[in-house]
Nanobody
Framework: QVQLAESGGGSVQAGGSLRLSCAVS??????MAWFRQAPGKEREGVAA????????TYATSVKGRFTISQDNAKNTLYLQMNSLKPGDTAMYYC??????????????????WGQGTQVTVSS
């Protein structure tokens, strides 16, 4: 079992930055990811990483603006978000899995989810 707890969300103006954190406890996952869900929209993948940090992937909409990273010593996953846009407004979720393959942004492969942290970007 893996327990996840997100933090770091908030309100920011367009062009600003936020850093989300996800504290991990329990078993060590093999892959972790960030997903987001805006009101009235389906949940979508944002970024994913293998626990060794060697493989990462990003949604096209955030590539070049967001950076996923992890600090295994602190058991924490991060999402650095720069150049934020109103379209980035959503609830952001941390997810984890113990699958042996790189699960990237395939939601069904992630059995462990946090409660989410809200990000609001105003124009």
């Amino acid at each position: 079992q893996v327990q996840l707890a997100e933090s770091g969300g908030g309100s920011v103006q367009a062009g600003g930055s936020l850093r989300l954190s996800c504290a991990v406890s329990g078993d060590t996952p093999s892959n972790m990811a960030w997903f987001r869900q805006a009101p009235g929209k389906e949940r979508e993948g944002v970024a994913a990483i293998t626990i060794d940090g060697n493989t990462k992937t990003y949604a096209t909409s955030v590539k070049g603006r967001f950076t996923i990273s992890q600090d295994n010593a602190k058991n924490t996953l991060y999402l650095q978000m720069n150049s934020l846009k109103p379209g980035d407004t959503a609830m952001y979720y941390c997810a984890a899995t113990n699958e042996t393959w790189f699960t990237a942004l395939y939601q069904a492969a992630y059995p462990y989810w946090g409660q989410g942290t809200q990000v609001t970007v105003s124009s």
